[in-house]
């Protein structure tokens, strides 16, 4: 019954943009945190951004001032807006949704995401 479905992912150059969503089959979905988590290929999955019912964001270190999640619960939807992008940011990107962001769970099929140099 619930299902998280992405779109966005893609092919894109060195410094380029991308803007991942998620629509979420949750009865509530404004009551949940979301997240989104990347695993490249030999790595662990790494927690990348996350959202909480509140609003409230964190992200990695690593792609702070670059990425931007964001919500639309009239949409059960989160965003993962990224930018000036790297090639080191070429992963699977998943979507998940929990009571706690960093801890889900439900999760989506995974979108590949390649940036190329």
């Known amino acids: 019954q619930v299902q998280l479905v992405e779109s966005g992912g893609g092919l894109v150059q060195a410094g380029g943009s991308l803007r991942l969503s998620c629509v979420a089959s949750?009865?509530?979905?404004?009551?949940?945190?979301m997240g989104w988590f990347r695993q490249a290929p030999g790595k662990q999955r790494e927690l990348v951004s996350g959202?909480?019912?509140?609003?409230?964001?964190v992200y990695t270190n690593s792609v702070k001032g670059r990425f931007t999640v964001s919500r639309d619960n009239s949409k059960n939807t989160v965003y993962l807006q990224m930018s000036s992008l790297k090639p080191e940011d070429t992963a699977v990107y998943y979507c998940?949704?929990?009571?706690?962001?960093?801890?889900?769970?439900?999760w989506g099929q995974g979108t590949q995401v390649t940036v190329s140099s």
């Open positions: 998940a949704a929990g009571t706690l962001y960093y801890s889900p769970d439900y």
């Open positions: 959202i909480r019912a509140s609003g409230s964001t």
């Open positions: 949750l009865r509530t979905f404004s009551s949940y945190a």
